[in-house]
């Protein structure tokens, strides 16, 4: 499976290829690209896309870009999420979704694909892009179920937030210069039904993915000794995000709600003048007048929260989820530092073996097998060497794995951070415009009123001469 | 009619025999009186400057602490003769008192309520607490506007004992125990009873009594919704004072987005705190429906007092019918009614023809006295019922009048919230603009 650059980095663009993953690009022209690609994919032979390598983010972040600055421009791939089906078996019933592609990315054999997906294969979609990448961002998914509020799955407004949840999901995916390069990520778009499932089933079994598990609890357990400071500032700038974020999702869950109570006795209010009307002379049409306003304030009153409901909830919602993320991959970048460093005090461990004297109870059980304790001796510094050299290569490709896991998580932060600045202003200053939208509208409303009862005073000088 | 003090007397008291144009024009001139200047308030400013505790004891020999309001009095201008500037202060029980007295003393008239003693119909924030101060401050208003409601009637300002309210401090009470009201008042039993069984009463007072009911139904239902509204925009405005508080944490870790965030939240601090100002006009708002409110409790007893006079008049003129008949038989001899007196003439023998003779002289005499009842109680109706007509003509006006503005400067409050709104939200829109 080769991968031709052209797709991603078209001749119009700069080439940008990131010598240090942390910020600094250099322009070289596109013959350069070409040999440093050639270069790599000597070292990495074979399927790239290797979910059981854990270097390959390394080959691919050659491949595309960080910077985002002509995304607009590049964009050639368009994913929609739409058309929920239920779906009714003898075991269960569950929503499908319909993924509609459209890309002119040359991996793809087609241009289009339609295909149906289940909620169960996001989630595995999500679980193979952070297995693969393991210290980058991806965009969190919506909950399984809301366990305040809605707890019916099969309720309508609970379907169509989680579809464009996963809309956003895919598309936030596709936008992503490395994850978007996924294999994965292009089975899922692609694959009939059943061809998912066979796809599913390769990859680490599950024996060796348990193992992986249990040694990242155990270096979670062990903890990381030399974190950069820059992940500690990170880990701090996150913490602090979280509450705050998780505090505007409460504030604004709660405004809805308050809004909504208020709206419910608005509905009332409106009425009682109506009934008045209905006992009065000269009042009546005033009245009715009066009632019409607090009526249409109230159509708009229910717009306004709608769209709060739409469109702000849903963004502050989904950063609360980010930061569970953001603090996932921190403690996965530990995890791997953590390996390296475990690693690394194996070795000094067994370089002190190796230096040591002969321990006087070697001495003994070689002398007891009948060895000549001189050749006992060579023998086991032989061993030792041996461990030691495979100890070595061991590090270095951890010390590899924990360079690229950071050069990767700092080259993401920077992107998320970008992408979180401009979701979150575009959401707020969405929710301001509608504000403003709507209290326009009731003031018109008002004003209108007002206005016709300021024509009327030439009614009431023909009142007063009127027995 | 107690008219002491007043130089002019509206021309409809005391004249019954109106026709209905003559009417129609004392009602214009009433109204064009008010205009010339028959009011008090055209003469004297009237307010109700301010409140103060007291500690006291009270009937019960208890201590007790209330509320004192100044009265002060002025000419309108220095060419107003006859007023001197005064201040005095009244409780609120005495307001009651005076009011009891006016209600009493001109039956005709819709008398203008007090503002509530206890605070009800409230929406949460405001207290209930009759010590809390912008209570306290709602009703001196209301006291004020009393005031002015009294002086600027044609007839209630030329009352005397309304004058001494305003301007002695002295045994005013006592003053007002000796007009004897109280003993003139109707007992409700008497005035329940009388609705109950009265034939004839005019149409349009049955109708007044049912508009009162209905506008005294839709009033209460309109001020509980509000209030209820009230309270609701009172939370959604507060809950965002926690975005003022959650942005400007959340900007202190923000390089970028710092400043925006920074601002913004003092614009939801600012939005937060509008709502108290927009609130309490509109309690203002509250407290003139509240007033109409309470009125319809004078329609309804101006629609008992009528309702009790028609029924003293057909009593009257039921008692004259009885002893008509109760002649008419003696004369002819017939009894077509059974009596006690029959029955028993009957059983042991009629009378003398002197004894019918000093009975009937007796009937005679009762049915000139039943005859002079009668043609008083009619005239008594008719006055009642031609001054009663006026006042609720006038309170009418007065009503569709205040009401109107009040509405309007409903309309005009709601105007100038969403301008506040507008003008908040582009604020912040600015700050979210450079984040």
Known sequence: MSRTIDAVV????????????????????????????????????????????PTSPGSMVNQCKFEEDEESDSKDIFITVDNPESHVTAIETFITYRVLTKTTRSEFDNSEYEVRRRYQDFLWLKGKLEDTHSTLIVHPLPEKFVVKG??????????????????????????????????????????????????????????????????????????????????????????????????????????VKEQKEYLEELKEYGPTYTLWSGSEEELAEQLKGVAGCIERCCKETEEQVGHL????????????????????????????????????????????DRDAESSDLGFVWGSLLGKNPEEARHQRQERLDGEIEELKEEIDKLEDRVEWANNALKGDWGRWQRSMRGDLKSAFLSTAEKNVDYYEKCLAVWETFLLSQRTEPSEETDRDNTP | ??????????????????????????????????????????????????????????????????????????????????????????????FELLRNYLLVTYPFVVVAP???????????????????????????????????????????????????????????????????????????????????????????????????????????????????VADRLYGVYKVHGNYGRVFSEWSAIEKEMGDGLQSAGHHMDAYAASVDDI????????????????????????????????????????????????????????????????????????????????????????????????????????????????DIERFKDQKDRDLKEALISYAVMQISMCKKGIQVWTNAKECFNKM
């Not at chain 1, 978007?180 to 024996?207: H, N, R």
């Not at chain 1, 980010?322 to 530092?337: F, G, H, S």
Request: proline letters at 3%; glycine letters at 4%; a negative charge.
């Open chain 1, 10 to 53: 078209s001749p119009t663009q700069t080439n940008t290829i990131p010598a240090d993953i942390s910020g600094q690009m250099l322009d070289l022209d596109e013959d350069d690209d070409l040999e440093v690609f050639s270069k790599d994919s000597t070292l990495a032979d074979g399927n790239m896309f290797n979910a059981s390598m």
């Open chain 1, 150 to 255: 809605m707890v019916e799955r099969f309720n309508g407004d609970f379907i169509e937030t989680r579809r464009k949840a996963l809309h956003k999901f895919l598309n936030r995916v596709a936008d992503h210069p490395i994850l978007s390069c996924s294999e994965d990520f292009k089975v899922f778009l692609s694959a009939q039904a059943w061809e998912l499932t066979t796809y599913k089933k390769q990859g680490p079994g599950f024996l060796s993915r348990m193992g992986e598990t249990v040694r990242a609890v155990a270096n979670s357990v062990r903890g990381v000794k030399n974190r950069p400071e820059e992940f500690t500032a990170i880990q701090e700038y996150v913490e602090d995000f979280s509450n705050k974020i998780g505090s505007l999702d409460k504030v604004t869950q709660r405004i």
């Open chain 1, 309 to 352: 409901s739409d469109t702000l909830v849903p963004v502050l919602h989904e950063y609360v989820l980010c930061a569970e993320t953001l603090k996932a991959v921190l403690r996965r970048r530990d995890n791997i530092q953590a390996e390296f460093e475990a690693k690394n005090e194996a070795l000094a461990t067994k370089k002190v």
């Open chain 2, 1 to 94: 009619m107690m008219a002491d003090s007043g130089p002019k007397e509206v021309a409809v008291i005391g004249n019954t025999e109106l026709t209905s144009a003559e009417l129609d024009n004392n009602i214009k001139n009433t109204m064009v009186e008010i205009e010339k200047g028959t009011s008090l308030l055209r003469k004297m400013e009237i307010s109700v400057a301010e409140a103060e505790k007291r500690t006291g004891k009270n009937t019960v020999n208890m201590q007790e602490i209330y509320t004192v309001y100044l009265i002060e009095t002025r000419p309108v201008d220095a060419l107003t003769e006859g007023i001197t500037p005064d201040s005095l202060w009244r409780r609120y029980s005495e």
């Open chain 2, 114 to 228: 007090l503002p509530e003693k206890r605070a009800e119909i409230v929406w949460h924030k405001l207290s209930a607490d009759n010590m809390d101060p912008d209570f306290v401050e709602r009703r001196r208003v209301g006291l004020e506007n009393f005031l002015h409601r009294v002086a600027s009637h044609p007839v209630l300002c030329n009352d005397n004992i309304f004058y001494i309210f305003l301007t002695e401090d002295k045994d005013w009470k006592e003053m007002v125990y000796e007009t004897g009201f109280q003993a003139k008042a109707d007992s409700r039993l008497k005035a329940v009873n009388a609705a109950f069984r009265v034939k004839n009463p005019d149409g349009r007072f049955t109708e007044l009594k049912h508009y009162s009911d209905e506008l005294q139904t839709v009033l209460s239902q309109l001020l509980r919704v509000r209030a209820r």
């Open chain 2, 279 to 390: 609130l309490e006009e509109e309690e203002h708002y509250a407290d003139q429906l509240k007033e109409y409110l309470f009125y319809t409790d004078a329609l309804r007893a101006v629609c008992r007092k009528h309702e009790l006079t028609q029924f003293e008049l057909e009593m009257v003129a039921l008692d004259l019918a009885c002893k008509k008949q109760q002649k008419e038989e003696l004369v002819t001899g017939t009894v077509r009614t059974f009596s006690l007196k029959g029955m028993t003439s009957k059983l042991f023998g009629q009378e003398t023809a002197e004894q019918r003779e000093a009975k009937l002289q007796v009937l005679e005499q009762q049915l000139k006295e039943g005859e002079e009842a009668v043609k008083e109680k009619n005239t008594e109706s008719d006055e009642f019922v031609k001054t009663a007509w006026v």
